[in-house]
């Protein structure tokens, strides 16, 4: 059984940065982790990934290199970077991972590709 359980969120000011983090644990194989996003009345949407089995990471365009993730192999744990906040960005935070896949990097926004997720940890910024 795997179990993701992410921490970090809070409230802050538009402009500055803060950190997420999630702890995988368990046994599957999770090559591929990622975080997503959903504010209120809107989908969730894929923001970076992370394939550590390549080192490869994702993103989405219209983060404009805001947002990065990093993995800690030793500690099982990926975070997301955001910096230079804004409002636009609260919204309920997501970490998801899955085992390797063929073409994961034309993949990974789908939200459907996903088997682990967490519980999400709320992120709000205000002006």
């Known amino acids: 059984r795997v179990q993701l359980v992410e921490s970090g969120g809070g409230s802050v000011q538009a402009g500055e940065s803060l950190q997420l983090s999630c702890t995988i644990s368990g046994d599957a194989d999770t090559s591929a982790m990622a975080w997503f996003r959903q504010a209120p009345g809107k989908e969730r949407e894929a923001l970076v990934a992370?394939?550590?089995?390549?080192?490869?990471?994702y993103d989405r365009d219209f983060l404009h290199d805001r947002f990065t993730i990093s993995y800690d192999s030793s500690k099982n744990l990926v975070i997301l970077h955001m910096n230079d906040l804004k409002p636009e960005d609260t919204a309920m935070y997501f970490c998801a991972a899955r085992g390797r896949m063929e073409y994961f990097g034309t993949q990974w926004r789908m939200e459907t590709i996903w088997s682990y997720w967490g519980q999400g940890t709320q992120v709000t910024v205000s002006s």
């Open positions: 992370i394939y550590s089995r390549t080192g490869s990471k």
